[in-house]
């Protein structure tokens, strides 16, 4: 499967772009409750041996065996997004070809990490799968933020080793995309 990116950018001047920046924490969490959360997501997949690699994400709201990505910013497009959020997750950057789009997740969450937490959030979630190498699995493992992540880096699994690790039912739905 080689999917190419979902959605084209329509700008009315190619040149123009929208400044970025970062939300102190009151801000972002005003603004999460006025707003869908845009993300971009890669799950790590080794085709062999029909397994995908997981990290155990410490903050709400997707809390437990997570894939990796982010908050896709203003203005930048879907393949700028992946490469620049899996930059920062795995200190490494990965050629536009090597992410295979897979699908955009809607997730409602009821928990966040901002205050006051029980308000949640919604997030739409644009999902790539990546196959990595053993090497590039390990620098990821090796730099996944202790603020983020627990230690031990990314964790392979199979299908049933999703249930029984009782994973969140999308990462059963993206490993079924994937396989």
Known sequence: MNRKFPAKIYREDPHHRIPTGWLDDPTYAAAMTGFVIVCTDAMVIDRVRRTVWLADRTILPMKGLWILGGRRL???????SIQRCLEREARLTFARERFEYL??????WSTRQQEPRNVGSHNLADTFAIELTKDERDTVSRSLT???YKPGGLREFDRQGLRDAKVHPALLDLYDLVF
Do not use: S
């Not at 699908?103 to 409602?108: A, D, F, I, K, L």
């Open 103 to 108: 699908t955009q997740n809607e997730y409602v």
């Open 146 to 148: 202790p603020k983020e």
């Open 74 to 80: 203003p203005g930048e497009a879907i393949e700028a």
